[in-house]
């Protein structure tokens, strides 16, 4: 029998709204009510790769929770620190691991935990504390950031540093977006559609101008750079000098036209140095002829 039932009742709430329902309400309840210090409880899920553009394509890629609670030290509460994330990818020999802590990651739910794994960015809102407020002041503004997780790089503790981009990071998401040729910036609700689709971390599945041709693509938000990532059919990289080689042709001429003047520069400075040796050798002879 559960002691603290308010405090069971919380926890299965908070689990409903991290996205796992209702599977774990009966081991949890059985956890806490053999008073175990702490304990893991564990569910796994078969989810549609991102990237794939058939609703009805194959569910391959498999993910795994752990959700990690431990007891109060002076009480019978218990709370739920972090969630372990394993994700496999199929063609992937090694799995992607990730380490949420609840509070600290802004109470990242299981599907963003699984898109952030698999190289997604998505905007969420965080609340924080007031600008020049106290550090143990409550955190009670609410603002929108922006996710991302730097999966070739690990921490000490075996972890992808999470990326927390607030607007002051100078992201300029709707507007950067209007300078790519995509089918359907013209129209106000196709381009609001795709927005929002990036936003929740999914790819945009439009079409992209590329000279006299159109090529359908998929569209992904990059906040730490800034930009954002194009793919084509075969999520091969559409970078920016394929979609404006002119731009891209203007730019070499001219870093082409720079590295010539610094290199006639250079020989200029050798000549003159060298002119100044010979006189300076000259010099010296004359002297010594004396």
Same mark, same amino acid.
């Given at each position: 029998?559960?002691?603290?039932e308010?405090?069971l009742?919380?926890l299965?709430? /908070?689990?409903?709204?991290?996205g796992?329902?209702?599977?774990?309400?009966?081991?949890?309840?059985s956890?806490i009510?053999?008073?175990? *210090?702490k304990?893991?409880l564990g569910?796994?899920?078969i989810l549609? *790769?991102?990237?794939?553009?058939?609703?009805?394509?194959?569910?391959?890629d498999?993910?795994q929770?752990g959700?990690?609670?431990?007891?109060q030290?002076?009480?019978?509460?218990?709370? /739920?620190?972090?969630i372990d994330?394993?994700? !496999?990818?199929?063609g992937e020999s090694v799995?992607?691991?990730?380490?949420f802590?609840i509070e600290r990651?802004h109470r990242?739910?299981?599907?963003?935990?699984?898109?952030?794994l698999?190289?997604?960015?998505?905007?969420?809102?965080i609340?924080?504390? *007031?600008?020049?407020?106290e550090?143990d002041?409550?955190k009670?503004?609410?603002?929108?950031?922006?996710?991302?997780l730097?999966l070739?790089?690990k921490?000490a503790?075996?972890? !992808?540093?999470?990326?927390? /981009?607030r607007p002051e990071?100078g992201?300029?998401?709707?507007?950067?977006?209007?300078?790519y040729?995509?089918?359907g910036?013209?129209?106000e609700?196709?381009?609001?559609?795709? /927005?929002q689709?990036?936003r929740?971390?999914?790819?945009?599945q439009t079409?992209l101008t590329?000279?006299k041709k159109?090529?359908?693509?998929?569209?992904?938000?990059?906040p730490v750079m800034k930009?954002?990532?194009i793919?084509?059919?075969n999520?091969?990289e559409?970078r920016?000098?394929?979609?404006?080689?002119?731009?891209?042709?203007?730019?070499s001429?001219?870093?082409?036209?720079?590295?010539?003047?610094?290199k006639?520069q250079?020989?200029?400075?050798?000549?003159?140095s060298n002119?100044?040796?010979?006189?300076?050798s000259e010099?010296?002879n004359?002297?010594?002829?004396?």
């Amino acid at each position: 029998m559960v002691k603290n039932e308010k405090n069971l009742e919380y926890l299965q709430k /908070l689990q409903t709204s991290l996205g796992f329902g209702e599977k774990l309400n009966a081991v949890l309840e059985s956890a806490i009510s053999r008073e175990l *210090p702490k304990f893991t409880l564990g569910i796994s899920n078969i989810l549609r *790769p991102l990237e794939s553009k058939d609703v009805n394509a194959q569910k391959t890629d498999y993910i795994q929770y752990g959700l990690n609670f431990n007891r109060q030290k002076d009480g019978d509460a218990y709370f /739920l620190n972090t969630i372990d994330v394993t994700l !496999h990818k199929t063609g992937e020999s090694v799995p992607r691991e990730q380490t949420f802590d609840i509070e600290r990651d802004h109470r990242i739910t299981a599907l963003q935990a699984y898109k952030l794994l698999s190289g997604q960015s998505f905007e969420k809102d965080i609340y924080v504390r *007031p600008q020049g407020a106290e550090p143990d002041a409550k955190k009670s503004e609410k603002i929108k950031a922006w996710f991302k997780l730097q999966l070739d790089v690990k921490d000490a503790y075996g972890n !992808h540093p999470l990326k927390v /981009l607030r607007p002051e990071y100078g992201y300029q998401f709707e507007n950067g977006i209007t300078k790519y040729p995509l089918k359907g910036l013209d129209k106000e609700a196709t381009k609001s559609e795709g /927005l929002q689709a990036m936003r929740n971390g999914n790819y945009w599945q439009t079409e992209l101008t590329m000279g006299k041709k159109t090529i359908p693509v998929l569209v992904a938000a990059n906040p730490v750079m800034k930009s954002f990532d194009i793919y084509d059919k075969n999520m091969k990289e559409v970078r920016d000098e394929e979609i404006w080689p002119e731009k891209a042709a203007a730019r070499s001429n001219g870093e082409q036209a720079k590295t010539t003047t610094v290199k006639r520069q250079e020989v200029a400075e050798n000549d003159i140095s060298n002119s100044f040796e010979q006189a300076e050798s000259e010099a010296n002879n004359v002297t010594r002829g004396r």
